[in-house]
């Protein structure tokens, strides 16, 4: 059975940092890309980062390029999203996707 549980998120002030992790179990977990997506209050659901399954190359949109950084331990099943300068509009549920099954997610307020 697929599993992934993120954890890590928590409140924050603007220009912080938090680092969020995903833990994947139940599929052969470097077979697959894996990815980072947020909703935010009333919004829809996002994809914010990507990470291919074997060569790491990844994928991040507008909003978080250049302040997050996406990465993977294949050994660990494991999918990492470091966060830097955090801002209020970063404020969303963060959850972890590999094709047909996503998290729990974790929350991540930024709030002074």
């Given at each position: 059975q697929v599993h992934l549980v993120e954890s890590g998120g928590g409140l924050v002030q603007p220009g912080g940092s938090l680092r969020l992790s995903c833990a994947a179990s139940g599929?052969?977990?470097d077979d697959y890309a894996v990815g980072w997506f947020?909703?935010?209050p009333g919004k829809e659901r996002e994809g914010i980062?990507?990470?291919s399954k074997s060569d790491g190359g990844?994928?991040?949109?507008?909003s978080i390029k250049g302040r997050f950084t996406m990465s993977r331990d294949n050994a660990k099943?494991?999918?990492y999203l470091q966060m830097i300068?955090?801002?209020p509009e970063d404020t969303a549920?963060?959850?972890c996707n590999t094709p047909g099954f996503w998290g729990q997610g974790t929350q991540?307020?930024?709030s002074s």
């Open positions: 599929f052969t977990f947020r909703q935010a980062s990507c990470i990844t994928y991040y949109s507008g099943n494991m999918v300068s955090l801002k549920v963060y959850y991540v307020t930024v």
